[in-house]
């Protein structure tokens, strides 16, 4: 059976400013530092997927600005598959504005340009590739029909599907059966759930709810409380590993591709969640998205340290 991980998602160029505080309405920080670096939910967890030590693809569009052409070296250097990457013509890629105040809490916009043109037509385009996916991994910058096609194919093909809802919006919920594993931080999975979560007792009960909906494993992440598993016959959580973080842009990214590699090597759900919380740990305490992401080998180290 392949091992392959097929990431179908978003891609962005993210600008970036680093500041003491964040501002409040009507105000102007001074002496930021700025950083122009590469993002989207989509490209951030296929990166992290690749560094975790997966064999990944990543199915995404791009716009033809002049960052484009570096932004797909990237994710080849990365070694990752990009066959089905899609050039749009006329169009800019994906852009997010991001600032970053202190604790690396952030505010953030993003302009989602050619991202939203990965339509139903250029999946099928890109069936050799799904055709080939131990498992698909999907977040939600990308149009929700797009999203639903996915679902049915592989549901068609019997290839599990994992989706990080994120961010949290309207979603045709006929659909969350057919989901094998949802990954959501608390919010999300208050969105989806219908409650508010923000404990690991309120993440149970959410929890509880999707799977009972269908879902066959319900992944919660609480930040600094740790991570949460649920499985019709299973429970599981880790504590979160204590660093110091200056930049928590892209936690959740990490901790998806790296849990995504974790289950498809065999892993058991808490080693799982332990792997990719450490890889999410290591990511916060640097500065951008995928410049973020840790190498298998740092994972491994942080792990035996902690």
Not at 237 to 256: E, H, L, Q, R
Request: with cysteine; aromatic share 6%; hydrophobic share 45%.
């Amino acid at each position: 059976m392949s091992k392959k991980i097929v990431v179908i998602g978003s891609s962005n160029v993210d600008l970036l400013m680093k500041m003491d505080h964040l501002p409040e309405k009507g105000e102007t920080v001074t002496d930021a530092v700025f950083m122009q670096v590469y993002g989207g939910k989509g490209a951030n967890q296929a990166v992290a997927a690749a560094r975790a030590g997966g064999n990944v693809a990543f199915v995404n569009c791009v716009g033809e600005d002049a960052y484009t052409p570096q932004m797909v070296q990237n994710y080849k250097d990365d070694g990752i598959d990009t066959r089905f990457v899609f050039n749009e013509k006329g169009m800019a890629s994906g852009h997010a504005l991001i600032m970053i105040g202190g604790e690396g809490m952030n505010y953030l916009s993003v302009a989602p340009g050619a991202n939203y043109e990965l339509t139903p037509a250029k999946i099928d385009e890109a069936i050799p590739v799904i055709d080939e996916a131990a498992m698909i991994v999907m977040q939600y910058e990308i149009p929700e029909e797009t999203i639903k096609y996915v679902i049915d194919v592989a549901n068609k093909k019997n290839i599990p599907v994992m989706w990080n809802m994120a961010p949290a919006r309207a979603f045709d919920l006929s659909y969350i059966p057919k989901i094998n594993i949802l990954v959501l931080n608390e919010v999300e999975a208050g969105f989806l759930a219908e409650m508010h979560v923000e404990n690991e007792e309120d993440a149970e009960k959410a929890a509880n709810i999707l799977v009972e909906k269908g879902v066959e494993k319900v992944i919660i992440t609480l930040g600094s409380q740790g991570a949460f598993v649920l499985t019709k016959d299973e429970k599981a959580s880790v504590p979160s590993f204590k660093v110091d973080a200056v930049d928590t842009t892209a936690a959740g990214d990490t901790f998806c591709g790296s849990f995504a590699v974790a289950l498809v090597e065999g892993k058991s759900l808490k080693e799982a969640l332990k792997f990719a919380s450490a890889a999410a740990a290591i990511s916060v305490t640097r500065m951008g998205a995928q410049p973020s992401a840790p190498k298998r080998e740092e994972i491994e180290d942080f792990l035996k340290k902690n």
